[in-house]
C-alpha cells in the first residue's frame, strides 16, 4: 500500500506530533510504499524568516531520521522538492467549493482565537489534497485533528474524477486506535499555535522543568481523583507499559498523592522513551551530508511519481 503524511517545519516537533502520526510512520514504513515529507511550502503561512524555515526543515530530517524513519524502506523529501504539487493544487483549486473550505475546522479555530488569517490558511486544505494525491496514495497517518483534511481530499478527488473521468485514487485516514489527543502544558491540545508544546529533542533538563510547570488544578492531596479526566495522567499513559499506568491510575482513585509526583514519573518515563532517538539524532548531525543526500534522493523518486499523477489530470481536464 502507498502511505503518505507529512510534518510542518515551523518549529521542533513535539510529543503531539509524535504520538498523533510520526509514530505510525515508523510502524506503516515496514510493510507499506511509505511517502512522508516536510511541508515547507504550509509553514510559509506563519514562518517569515527564510533562514529560520531552512534550519527547520533541516531540523525536522533530522528528528525524523533519529525517531526511525528509514530511508532504506521510505522515501523522504522536501515538499517545495517536489514542484509539480503546486501545479496541481491549481488544477484542484479551480473546483474547490468555498464553503467547503469555510467549514474547515483548523481554519475556524484560528479565526476564533483572533489569529491571522491569509489565503494561504485559508486553502490550506486544498495543498495539503495535492500533497497526498500527487503519490496516488492510499494510507494517509495522521492526528485526529486532521481527519476533516482527508475527508476534503477525498471529495475534491472524487469531484474532480466524476467531471473529467477517473484519475486520482481516493485516500483513506489512519488514526491511532484510541484516537486520543495529546494534552499540552496547559491541558488543551497540544499545539504550536497555543504555544503549550513539550519538545522530543533539546536540552533534557529544560524539558524536565517544562513538565514541572505543568497546570494542574486545585484538589487537596488527599483526595480521589478521575485518572481519565486529568491529562497529567494522559501524558503517562504515552510513555509507559500497561502494568505501570494501572498502578498510576488506581493511585488517583486511591488519592494522597500529589501532582509533583506524577509530573516527575512523567519525565523520567519521556526521557527514557526518547533516549535512544537522542543518540541518534547526535549521530545525524556530525553527518550532515548524509541527511542531505537522503533527502536529494527523496525528491528524486517523489518527482517521479507526481509527474505521472500530474500528467494524468493534466490530460484528463484538457491541458494536454
Known amino acids: 500500500m502507498r502511505v503518505l503524511s507529512g510534518i510542518q517545519p515551523t518549529g521542533r516537533p513535539h510529543w503531539g506530533n509524535f504520538f498523533g502520526a510520526i ?19 504550509h509553514a510559509l503561512t506563519t514562518v517569515r524568516e527564510a533562514a529560520e524555515l531552512r534550519q527547520n526543515t533541516l531540523n525536522a530530517a533530522l528528528d525524523l531520521l533519529a525517531l526511525g524513519l528509514d530511508p ?3 522515501t523522504l523529501f522536501v515538499q517545495s522538492h517536489v514542484p509539480e504539487v503546486s501545479e496541481l493544487t491549481w488544477l484542484l483549486m479551480t473546483g474547490t467549493p468555498m464553503g467547503l473550505l469555510e467549514r474547515c475546522h483548523a481554519y475556524k479555530e484560528k479565526k476564533a482565537k483572533g489569529m491571522t488569517a491569509d489565503a494561504g490558511l485559508f486553502t490550506y486544505p486544498v ?15 495522521v ?3 486532521q481527519v476533516q483534511h482527508i475527508e476534503v481530499c477525498r471529495d475534491l478527488a472524487g469531484s474532480f474524477n466524476h467531471t473529467f473521468g477517473e484519475t ?3 485516500p483513506n485516514a489512519k488514526t491511532l486506535d484510541h484516537g486520543a489527543k495529546v494534552p499540552g502544558t496547559d491541558g488543551e491540545k497540544m499545539s504550536k499555535s497555543y504555544d503549550n508544546t513539550l519538545p522530543l529533542f533539546g536540552n533534557v533538563k529544560q524539558i524536565r522543568k517544562q513538565i ?11 483526595d480521589p481523583k478521575e485518572p481519565e479526566q486529568d491529562h497529567l495522567f494522559q501524558l503517562y499513559r504515552l510513555f509507559s507499559s500497561k502494568d505501570d499506568v494501572d498502578k498510576m491510575a488506581a493511585m488517583y482513585r486511591r488519592g494522597g498523592f500529589g501532582y ?3 509530573k516527575k514519573a512523567v519525565a523520567e518515563a519521556s526521557e527514557t522513551y526518547f533516549a535512544e532517538a537522542r543518540s541518534r539524532r547526535e549521530e545525524l548531525e556530525a553527518n550532515l551530508d548524509y541527511v542531505h543526500e537522503v533527502l536529494r534522493d527523496g525528491a528524486v523518486r517523489a518527482r517521479e511519481v507526481a509527474a505521472k499523477v500530474l500528467r494524468r489530470a493534466q490530460t484528463a481536464c484538457g491541458l494536454r
Open 127 to 141: 495543498l495539503m489534497a495535492s500533497d497526498i494525491l500527487a503519490y496516488d496514495s492510499e494510507i494517509v497517518p
Open 143 to 145: 492526528g485526529q485533528d
Open 23 to 41: 509514530h505510525q510512520y515508523i510502524d506503516l514504513q515496514e510493510e507499506n510504499d511509505g511517502f512522508y515529507f516536510i511541508a515547507d511550502l
Open 260 to 262: 509533583g509526583e506524577v
Open 168 to 170: 486520482f485514487v481516493l
Open 72 to 74: 532504506k524502506k521510505a
Open 212 to 222: 514541572m510547570r505543568i497546570t494542574t488544578d486545585s484538589r487537596a492531596m488527599e
